[in-house]
């Protein structure tokens, strides 16, 4: 069973940096997608970035291009997310999220990923999520 555990939220300034981090742990192969999704306050949930594990690509919100930067240490299970130039607009709690590709008829897991940061035509969901880290970025 996958598991994955967020850490490195807190308070920043507004255009300051910070980095989250996400252990992980489970996997059964390394044909899996593994990303980050925030939600504010009564704001639904948004796919912030995602990385193929397979083939190491990266996606991203539009939002964040340029300013957030998804990265993995293999001998760590750990994957992070550095956020830098961040705005009030980043606030919210950030959720690590995975899934692997069992089956052939799965989308791709580079399908996966740009789905879940919102650029397919259809809501796309991971199946296991860590259980949050807040980030609050002050004006």
């Known amino acids: 069973q996958v598991q994955l555990a967020e850490s490195g939220g807190g308070l920043v300034q507004s255009g300051e940096s910070l980095r989250l981090s996400c252990a992980a742990s489970?996997?059964?192969?390394?044909?899996?997608?593994i990303g980050w999704f925030r939600q504010a306050p009564g704001k639904v949930r948004e796919g912030v970035s995602c990385?193929?594990?397979?083939?190491?690509?990266?996606y991203y919100t539009d939002s964040v291009k340029g300013r957030f930067t998804i990265s993995r240490d293999n001998a760590k299970k750990t994957v992070y997310l550095q956020m830098n130039s961040v705005k009030p607009d980043d606030s919210g709690v950030y959720y690590c999220?995975?899934?692997?590709?069992?089956?052939?008829?799965?989308?791709?897991?580079?399908?996966?990923?740009?789905?879940?940061?919102?650029?397919?035509?259809?809501?796309?969901?991971?199946?296991?999520w860590g259980k949050g880290t807040l980030v609050t970025v002050s004006s």
């Open positions: 999220a995975a899934k692997e590709r069992v089956s052939p008829f799965e989308p791709t897991t580079d399908s996966m990923c740009i789905l879940a940061t919102g650029h397919g035509t259809q809501r796309y969901d991971l199946d296991t």
């Open positions: 489970g996997f059964t192969s390394n044909n899996y997608v």
């Open positions: 990385l193929s594990n397979s083939d190491g690509s990266t």
